[in-house]
């Protein structure tokens, strides 16, 4: 390069050095342009970036954390969701952090409307967005998970068909790096990924409580379930309000316009007994399946609570065994179920998972939670509410970690 040349360049980026000096700084700004390029290149695979031969691994939490959010181009497909509410809102989740993972979106699942799981044709399916809303979701979850209608596909690159493995030798580790696999090279090129086998809930979990939450945050139910649930909760306080007024001769209006309630997820039903007998033989832990008195006792032992306390039981009463649930109960807890409140017609008209959304809205909404931990309804409660006033470990990374005792009460 000569003379005229070099301060023609040194013109140009403000140089006023030697040439010797300025070729160094034109060779950094080179450098640095480069670097800059591939840093910014869009790439397709799971923390990977790629420039020609250079490939740059990033790590989960700094590829997720990408200014581009989810792609809305590449979409995960997982079966149908099944088993109880709240198993269905933590196998959701499982398959949101999954496609999250490999930077796709989910395609809207379906739920299931009743219990049943092995006889295919009492599934039931039910659309995510009849219970919770999908655009509400999507606004308050964004740039975290995305969701997708199947609407949004087109038929550029097909579907890959994804089988998860199972039994013992199908580890954590076999699972993550299937995962891992999924997310670059030539399975990532099509637009859909279709995990094929098992209700997500069943899937090996990768994730750490926080995630799960950052998604149970996201789901708001529709306007008319959540309606629903305001009108039992206005019926439990408006009966507290009587009550407490009986008890309260002469006091002020205002100090009755607050009925606090206690919620007991009352899990005494025939299949929770079944079930808890088998889980209580595997893990060979004794205080899993408790009896109705031991829970009326626990409950009793509650130090805070009025002297006349409304108890709302949350129980299936169609798989109710026991007709004398409302009997035996402490002086100044007066209990109440869907009959005797006369809201069992509110349930009634929709399926159980409707049902079960509905309670647990009660039971989240209650002053004083009693729950059991061995039950997710009860441990995604405990979950919501420990957000706000509990300390627990939100990294942990097994959903075990928010059990808080066989029965134990969050106020």
Known sequence: MDLSSTRKLSRLFGCFFTPLTCKCCLALVTIALFFRAIFLHSFSGYGVIKSNNLRLILSPSVHLESHEGIRGDKFLEVPQIVWGLNNQKIAFARACLTARMLNRTL???SLSGSLFYK??????????????????????????????RYSDLGNQTGKYDLRKGSGRK????????QLKQSSRGPIDKYQVISIAGKNPFLWHDHWPIKDYARVFECLVLVDEIAKEADKVVSKIRRIGRKLRSKTNFGAEGSSLSHAPYVAIYMRVEIDWMIHCKKLKQRSRISQICSSKQEIMKRVGNIVGLESTAIVYLAVAD??????????GWKGGLVPFEKKKLVVDGIYKKHPYLIQSAIDYEVCSRADTFVGNSFSTFSSLIVLERTQRKWMTNMSDSNLKAISYGSNAISC
Request: aromatic share 12%; hydrophobic share 40%; net charge negative.
């Open 107 to 109: 395609l809207m699942p």
């Open 119 to 148: 006889e295919i044709d009492l599934l039931h399916p039910i659309s995510f967005d009849q219970v919770f809303q999908y655009e509400r979701f999507n606004s308050l979850c964004n740039r975290f998970v995305r969701l997708g």
């Open 170 to 177: 199908w580890t954590v580790e076999r699972d993550l790096e």
């Open 318 to 327: 169609s798989l109710l065994n026991d007709s004398s649930i409302l009997d």
